[in-house]
């Protein structure tokens, strides 16, 4: 199995379509996809990193959010955090079009683990129609 790679960062933002402007002009980033919930994801074509709204009735504050690391074998992974003696990675919604799973480190840090990874919007359908495919 290759190394894992960190790949997506998640920043919580007051104006997410601003800070993407943001990304665009100072460090040309490409914005590659805008959610219907107001998200915005930009990329430098290596590092994709997800804008997400600010929700007062949310849980998160304005910041860093979760990270994500694109790796070969969730199940591997997943077997390692389970090891370690955490609790097991989660399936995401089906509206989530980048990761798959979602855990936490000791100190209870989030992140998103993801095989197809991060420089692609793919969503559960998506992700479903390659595996048919695949077959």
Known sequence: MSKPKIRHIA??????????????????????HRS???SCFVSDGYLTMAILP???TGSAPVGLNHFG????SQEEIAHRIKDYGLEEPK??????????Y???????????ISVHGYS??????GRDKKTKEAV
């Open 11 to 32: 920043l919580v933002a007051r104006d997410p379509n601003a800070m993407a402007r943001y990304y665009e002009k100072v460090f040309d980033m490409e914005i590659i």
């Open 36 to 38: 219907k919930n107001g």
């Open 54 to 56: 600010h929700r007062l």
């Open 69 to 72: 690391i694109q790796v070969d």
């Open 91 to 100: 399936k995401r919604p089906a509206d989530r079009p980048y990761a798959e």
């Open 102 to 112: 979602r855990a936490c480190d000791p100190e209870g840090n989030l992140f998103d």
């Open 120 to 125: 692609d919007v793919e969503d559960e359908a």
